[in-house]
């Protein structure tokens, strides 16, 4: 049972670094739904996503391979990829 909370947890860590950096890296964007794919659904660029990437970044003291941007596509696949990091960090 621990694991199912540090696991939900850390999936609340990433959501909440991504809600934080949203607004600073993408003010024009900051209510972006979830679900929408940001490149085709939003309309972001690369320079746009990097921007946010390194938003939560600093928001999380963390570094996101680029290489795992390229399976991303929306704020909740970014936040599933997130809780993954932070727990390979642990």
């Known amino acids: 049972m621990e694991t199912e909370i540090?696991?939900?947890?850390?999936?609340?860590?990433?959501?909440?670094?991504?809600s934080a950096a949203l607004p600073r890296a993408l003010p024009e964007h900051a209510d972006i739904d979830w679900f929408s794919a940001l490149t085709g659904d939003i309309g972001l660029d690369s320079v746009?996503?990097?921007?946010?990437?390194?938003?939560?970044?600093?928001?999380?003291?963390?570094s996101v391979p680029v290489d795992l941007l390229?399976?991303?596509?929306t704020l909740d696949q970014l936040a599933n990829?997130?809780?993954?990091?932070?727990e390979s960090r642990s």
């Open 70 to 73: 390229a399976e991303v596509t």
């Open 6 to 18: 540090k696991v939900s947890d850390l999936r609340k860590q990433a959501e909440e670094a991504i």
């Open 48 to 62: 746009q996503i990097m921007n946010l990437v390194m938003e939560i970044e600093d928001e999380l003291d963390l």
């Open 81 to 86: 990829q997130l809780k993954r990091l932070l």
